[in-house]
C-alpha cells in the first residue's frame, strides 16, 4: 500500500506538469555550416547541410502555422545511432505543449555516422536557433528564449557532450543513455560546464551503463549533475518503438522488467521539472526533481550537487515601512500588486519603501532561477509629513546642491513626474549636502527616517 500510494503521488506530480497548454506546429528547415561538408538536405546555403525537423507551441496544430505568443526555449535533439528523429515523437508530444521549441537534425543517420560532425551539428544548431529569434523573415522571428538545452540519446546522448564541451551559450545538457562517441564524449564531458542530467537504465545491454554513463557522468567538469538510473529499465525505451534499436537490443541481453510506456513516464518525472529549471527558470521544480527522487522506488541516484538544486527565498520583512526581500546576492524588480503586477520604475533595489498605501511584491532573479514574493500590504496612513517632524531641506528653489538636516540617520530620494527615481542616498544624523545631477525643473523629494517622512517638492533652477 505504500508503494501504490508513492506511485500514485508521482504519477499525479508528473500529470500536472505536463498538462498540455500549446497544440504542436512543424516546420523543416536545412541550415548549414560554410566551413564543412555533407550533411542530409538541401537548400540551406553552401557548405554542410543540416536538415532538421522543429515541432514548436502553435495555436493550432499544423505545419507552418504561426507559432504562439511570446519566446520559448529551445532544446536541441541528437537521435540514436542508425535511428531516424520521428522515433521521438514521444518527446515532442511530450515537451512541446509544455512551451519548448523541439529541433531535430536528421544528420548521421547511416551505419557509418561520423560523431565528430553530430556533434558539431548539434552545436551549429543550437547558434542558428537563437539567430532565427531575430530575424524578422523567419517563422521563430521574437518567438525564441536565450536559453537552449542540449538532449540526446544513445549516440545522440555522447554527441551532445561533444556539442557542450566549452560551450557556454546553452543552459543544460540532458543525456539520454549516452554512449562513449569518436572523438570521446567521456573526455569532452570533463570541459562541460553546465548543469547536466544523465538518464541511465541498468538492464541496458547496448550501451551498460559502467563502459558509457557511468564514465561520461563521472568526468563531468560542471559543479552539479545528476545521474539518475531507472531499475529494469532499457536502452531503447526512451523512444518509441523503433526496429533498429530494438532488434539490437534483443541482440544485446538484459533482463527488462518494465514496459516502454512505465520507462517513459518515469524518465518525463524528472527531465520536465529538470527543464522547467534550467530553461524557464521556475524555482519551485527544483524541489519537485529533489522530493520525488528522494522518495522513488523505481529508481536509484548519485548528484554532485554540494548542495541543493537553486532556489531563491522569496519571502519578505517589512521594518517601518520599508520591504527587505529576504534574497540577498540578486537581482530585483518590485511590483505593483494593485495594478496587475506592473513593475514599479526604477525600484531595483533589495529594499523598497512604498511612497502610498498598497499591496507590494517583489520579482527575484538568481542566476538560474525566477520567482516572486507573495504580495505584502503597506499602509502608509501612519506617517508623519514635515510639519510633526524636525527635518530640513534647504535651499528651495535650489541651483547645483541641497542641504537635508536630520536628528537620526536616514534616506533620501528624488523622483520625477512620472515616479522614475533620479538620484536616491543615505543620510547622516546632522547636517547633510547633496549635489544635484539633474537639469532644471521640479521634482519630488522623499526623506525618510525611522518610521517618518517627508515628501515635498524640490524646484532646480
Sequence with gaps: MKQLLLSLTLLMSTFSLTAQTYEIGHTTITFSDPNRTGGFGSGGGPGRQIQSEIYYPSDIAGNDVDPSNGEHPVIIFGHGFAMVWDAYANIWETLVPQGYILVFPRTEGGL???????????RIIAQAMQLEGYDNGSLFFTHVSDRTAIMGHSMGGGASMLAGENNTDIATIIGLAPAETNPSAEQAAANVSVPTLILSADEDAVTPPVDH??????????????FINIIGGAHCYYANTNFNCDFGESASGGSI???????QNIMFRYIIPWLDLYLNGTCGNAS????????????TFQSSCASSLPTIDNTLTENAGT????????????????????????????TYTPLSTGDYAV???GDVCVDTSSCYSI????????????????????????????????????????????????LKSGSNTIPIYVSAGTYLLEVAIGNKKIIERLVVK
Design 112 to 122: 557509418s555516422p561520423s560523431h565528430s560532425e553530430f556533434g558539431e551539428d548539434l
Design 213 to 226: 554513463h557511468l564514465p561520461i557522468y563521472n568526468n563531468l567538469g560542471a559543479s552539479c549533475n545528476y
Design 257 to 263: 522488467s518494465i514496459s516502454r510506456s512505465e520507462q
Design 288 to 299: 519537485v526533481f529533489e522530493s520525488d527522487l528522494a522518495n522513488d522506488a523505481d529508481v
Design 323 to 350: 520591504l527587505t526581500a529576504n534574497e540577498s546576492n540578486a537581482q530585483y524588480q518590485w511590483l505593483d500588486c494593485n495594478s496587475g503586477y506592473s513593475m514599479i520604475v526604477n525600484e531595483t533595489n533589495q
Design 363 to 365: 520579482e527575484i532573479s
Design 379 to 426: 499602509s502608509t496612513s501612519g506617517i508623519t509629513f514635515q510639519e510633526n517632524v524636525q527635518i530640513e531641506v534647504y535651499p528651495n528653489p535650489t541651483n547645483n546642491v541641497f542641504n537635508v538636516k536630520t536628528p537620526i540617520p536616514g534616506k533620501y530620494r528624488m523622483t520625477n513626474a512620472l515616479g522614475e527615481r533620479l538620484q536616491s542616498g543615505t
